[in-house]
């Protein structure tokens, strides 16, 4: 059986240290500067809350890879985020949902025919507004 050679062979570079230091303490500077954003369970749905100081960006965020992907593109910006745009398309979803919860139980528990029919027309317009709410907020 051959042996090989097991020495390391090539000389280490050699490096400034104090210029290495500069650049590492400026990029650690940098990062201290940008907020972190995390997702967190919360009922109902999820929050994304900016992880250095606790405080919520936007709540109840209806769906896990929807505040994964916009906690992601929040972690990217360099600026502070204003979570404002997204918390209303948020509260419209969850407007419209509770709605369409109404509009279901006026449906299965009225006589009339005349609430029967408005309750579904006015059921299917909500239907309308969850999906373009969803779809603003896929978009983040």
Same mark, same amino acid.
């Given at each position: =059986?051959?042996?090989? *050679?097991?020495?390391?062979?090539?000389?280490? &570079?050699?490096?400034?240290?104090? %210029?290495?230091?500069? &650049?590492? %303490?400026?990029?650690?500077?940098?990062?201290?500067?940008?907020?972190? !954003? $995390?997702?967190?369970? +919360? /009922?109902?749905?999820?929050?994304? $809350?900016? !992880?250095?100081?606790?405080?919520?960006?936007?709540?109840?965020?209806?769906?896990?890879?929807?505040?994964?992907? *916009?906690?992601? +593109?929040?972690?990217?910006?360099? /600026?502070?985020?204003?979570?404002?745009? =997204?918390?209303?398309?948020?509260?419209?979803?969850? &407007?419209?949902?509770? %709605?369409?919860?109404? !509009?279901?139980?006026?449906? &299965?528990? +009225?006589?009339?025919? $005349?609430?029967?029919?408005? *309750?579904?027309?006015? =059921?299917? %317009? +909500?239907?309308? =507004?969850?999906? /373009?709410?969803?779809?603003?907020?896929?978009?983040?």
């Amino acid at each position: =059986m051959n042996k090989l *050679a097991t020495k390391y062979t090539r000389k280490g &570079k050699k490096y400034n240290k104090k %210029d290495l230091a500069k &650049k590492l %303490d400026g990029l650690a500077k940098k990062v201290a500067k940008r907020n972190v !954003y $995390v997702v967190r369970k +919360s /009922e109902p749905g999820y929050d994304i $809350v900016d !992880y250095v100081n606790k405080k919520i960006c936007v709540q109840n965020v209806p769906f896990l890879n929807i505040a994964e992907r *916009a906690c992601k +593109s929040f972690n990217k910006s360099k /600026e502070p985020i204003n979570g404002n745009h =997204m918390q209303r398309h948020v509260d419209k979803y969850f &407007k419209h949902y509770m %709605d369409l919860q109404f !509009y279901k139980h006026t449906i &299965k528990t +009225s006589n009339d025919k $005349v609430k029967v029919f408005t *309750a579904g027309v006015r =059921m299917q %317009d +909500s239907l309308d =507004m969850i999906k /373009e709410a969803k779809l603003h907020l896929a978009n983040f």
